[in-house]
């Protein structure tokens, strides 16, 4: 993957790409194409390439297909062999990983593409048993994962419930969403949130958070968009470095986790 990274990297035009997406992310083909000097078939082939690369993910709303800026590639090649570079070549990294990771999404929403090596319902597994979303995220559901079935959320001593938190899709092996939980005052403290962030956080409305799950070979390409965020949410902001962190972890555990059975 990593040498698949660096030869979409090399082309200027697909970098002309990014930098378009990273001033503006969440774009369709035809927004990407305008002012461009480069046909509509190159710029698609381009798009295909830094897909296939992961450094773009693809996300539908109703028709149209929108086109994200993706961290992950960066993040992998930083963590596992950057330090095998120089200098100055670790500094060129490191500006560009925080080029990619820049919160400069149009519509607000964070989006973020892994591959796990594993199955979907191993990873379906690890998404929505407590037992297991507790070792990597410290988190657990309370549910029947019905739509629109309360979700209560436990983080440690403290339980989190109220109107509107559910279960919103579930598509078992291949999709799930829910409501974020609601910030009460009892999961402030616990996080020792300042009182004016728990002011300005239990104020905002509650976002989403998806996954979708897709087989590619022995892997799982997940998807995870979290979305519905007010300008200037206090929580995008919280939840933004959190997710890719917690992503990480999730990938750690599930390609580790032998326990995880993949029953149907």
């Not at 994200?68 to 200098?87: S, T, V």
Request: proline share 4%; glycine share 4%; aromatic share 10%.
């Amino acid at each position: 993957m990593d040498d698949e990274v660096f030869r979409a990297l090399a082309d200027p035009s697909r970098r002309q790409l990014l930098d378009r997406l990273n001033a503006d992310n969440g774009q369709t083909l035809r927004e990407l194409c305008a002012g461009l000097d480069m046909a509509r078939q190159s710029v698609s082939k381009h798009l295909a390439v830094l897909e296939s690369a992961n450094l773009v993910t693809t996300v539908w709303r109703g028709r149209e297909k929108l086109h994200y800026l993706n961290a992950e590639p960066i993040n992998a090649i930083a963590d596992r062999w950057i330090n095998q570079y120089d200098r100055r070549r670790v500094e060129l990294f490191a500006d560009l990983k925080t080029v990619l990771e820049a919160e400069t999404m149009s519509d607000n929403d964070f989006v973020y593409t892994t591959y796990i090596k594993t199955t979907p319902e191993r990873l379906w597994q690890a998404l929505t048993d407590p037992k297991f979303t507790e070792q990597y995220w410290g988190e657990r559901f309370e549910t029947d994962w019905k739509v629109d079935s309360e979700m209560v959320w436990h983080h440690g001593d403290v339980a989190m419930a109220g109107p509107g938190q559910v279960v919103l899709e579930h598509d078992p092996y291949r999709r799930l969403a829910y409501a974020w939980h609601h910030i009460t005052p009892e999961f402030a403290r616990a996080v020792e949130m300042s009182d004016e962030l728990f002011e300005k956080t239990s104020r905002e409305p509650l976002s989403k958070a998806s996954f979708d799950l897709e087989p590619v070979g022995d892997q799982v390409k997940l998807t995870v968009v979290h979305s519905g965020f007010e300008p200037g949410s206090a929580i995008r902001e919280m939840v933004s470095e959190g997710w890719v962190q917690l992503i990480a972890d999730l990938k750690s555990f599930v390609e580790s986790t032998p326990e995880l059975a993949a029953t149907k």
